[in-house]
Each structure stands twice: as C-alpha cells, then as structure tokens.
C-alpha cells in the first residue's frame, strides 16, 4: 500500500514563505514516478501547481513560476514546494501526487495540507 503524506502548510502573511513536503511510503520505486503539487481553492477546480521528474524536467502554472520551487529527494523518497512571495490567492488546500511515468493519470494522492495566506 502506498502513503503520501503531506505536511508544511499554515497560515503566512502576504509576502511570506512555506515549504510543503510529501513522503512517500510503501511499494513503490519513488524514483519512476512524476512528483506533482495540485491545489484547490474553494469553489474552483483542483489545478497542477507543479510537477518534477527529474531536476531538470519540471513544470509550473504560470501564476505561480518565479515564486514556487518544487524539488524531490529520490533517497529520501521525498517531493517538496518551497512556495515564496506568498498572495492571498495562494490560499487553497495543496494535494501531493504521485503518476507513474508515461502514465496519464495520477496514481496516488496524498490527503492534502491548508495553505492559507492572509492580507
């Protein structure tokens, strides 16, 4: 059985910073899954923050390039967000994911932590 939990999230003032992370557990060969952050904000539909494979394979949501870094440690079988410049409209619940490579859907979710960014 495979287990992402996240942990990280709060309350930060406008301007501040987070740094989300997503261990990993159970069978899975960490280093063949894209590592991805999602987030939903009340009322709207879950959106891909951003995703890693590999260091130099990553992408993001434009609202958020220049401000978010996601990141992955395959030893320790760990994804992160390091979220800086916070806005209020950062404000949703951040989901870690996990899809198998060459897979078009997500195959785990981690259970989701608050973020919330007060003006």
């Known amino acids: 059985q495979v287990q992402l939990v996240e942990s990280g999230g709060g309350l930060v003032q406008l301007g501040g910073s987070l740094r989300l992370s997503c261990a990993a557990s159970?069978?899975?060969?960490?280093?063949?899954?894209?590592m991805g952050w999602y987030r939903q904000a009340p009322g709207k539909q879950r959106e891909l923050v951003a995703s890693i494979y590999v260091p130099a394979a990553t992408k993001y949501a434009d609202s958020v390039k220049g401000r978010f870094t996601i990141s992955r440690d395959n030893v320790k079988n760990t994804a992160y967000l390091q979220m800086n410049n916070l806005k209020p409209e950062d404000t949703a619940v951040y989901y870690c994911?996990?899809?198998?490579?060459?897979?078009?859907?997500?195959?785990?979710w981690g259970q989701g932590t608050q973020v919330t960014v007060s003006s």
């Open positions: 159970g069978s899975l060969i960490f280093s063949m899954y894209v």
């Open positions: 994911s996990a899809k198998f490579r060459g897979n078009d859907e997500v195959s785990y």
